[in-house]
């Protein structure tokens, strides 16, 4: 009765957008296939891959009821050997996400010191699911700080910090090689003038760099697990961004992703445009509410 209990707190957020009532908001593409294919496609399609990179828009209320679903799916279908990665939560944070995990702190004194996200009610289904089943989450972020001083003062400077502050980051140097990513984070960003520098782009590539490292270090420990990475769409559309520097931590990874679009041509997708940007691809109804 507990356990049935918990599970109807979980679904609660979730009971006025169920998998019926979304099913007409959304459309998943497989790029292999060539066509549109159901959700159980891309959990199937993970038997043949270590890393899934699910891509989202922050403020898609579709996408994130996809995201638990997905999540849900691996889980049941790789028991014991699943896990949750995330952009959400930030590397010096992972302590707290473990004892709420372990059920040592209240769910209050979680959010606040592991500095959830204003739209953490969004998540809270993963992170509960999770934690009913003893299963393992990563906070992969990089600490918004080091973000924050990368952008001031460039990667060079977090070699001043100290040996706790280097424990949250990957190993220095950081690659920063331009190419691809580089020119779709001028263009997203406004071209050259916009940037004032190159502290803006080494800043995005630490916070890849890093949640990189972080899905690495849990690979090297735990072999043989499917694991779900959460991140804005940008920082995996083309398998560039955090999906190429894992590549380099881990030249064997397996990675499938996802890129999601809120697509004002939700009825008529260019799937020809969108398929480079993934292994699948979303595009959701931009008539559903948003979360923020």
Not at 86 to 100: A, G, K, P, R
Request: charged fraction near 20%.
């Amino acid at each position: 009765m507990k356990l049935y209990t918990v599970f109807l707190l979980i679904a609660l957020p979730f009971c006025t957008f169920s998998q019926d009532s979304l099913s007409s908001h959304y459309k998943i593409y497989s790029v292999s296939k060539q066509k549109i294919v159901p959700l159980d496609d891309i959990t199937d399609a993970m038997l043949n891959a270590d890393v899934l990179y699910f891509g989202e828009q922050h403020n898609d209320s579709t996408g994130h009821f996809l995201e638990y679903s997905v999540f849900k799916k691996l889980s049941q279908k790789y028991p014991d050997k699943t896990a949750l990665s995330m952009e959400m939560f930030e590397t010096d944070c992972q302590n707290v996400l473990n004892e709420y995990l372990d059920g040592l702190i209240r769910e209050k004194n979680f959010i606040t010191e592991a500095r959830a996200w204003h739209n953490y009610k969004d998540y809270r289904p993963l992170i509960e699911w999770a934690k009913i089943n003893k299963i393992a989450i990563v906070a992969a972020n990089a600490p918004n700080r080091y973000v924050n001083m990368t952008n001031r003062m460039g990667l060079q400077s977090l070699e001043q910090l100290n040996d706790v502050g280097m424990s949250y980051l990957p190993p220095l140097p950081i690659d920063t090689a331009t190419g691809p990513y580089y020119d779709n984070f001028l263009q997203i960003m406004g071209g050259h003038a916009a940037l004032g520098g190159m502290q803006m782009y080494q800043a995005q590539n630490l916070w890849d760099a890093t949640m990189a490292w972080s899905i690495a270090r849990f690979i090297k420990s735990h072999k043989g697990y499917k694991i779900l990475q959460l991140n804005g769409s940008f920082h995996s559309e083309e398998k560039l961004g955090t999906a190429a520097q894992l590549k380099k931590y881990a030249p064997k990874v397996r990675i499938l992703n996802i890129a999601t679009f809120d697509d004002e041509n939700f009825d008529n997708p260019d799937w020809k445009k969108l398929s480079k940007s993934g292994d699948f691809i979303i595009v959701t109804d931009p008539k559903v509410p948003k979360t923020f």
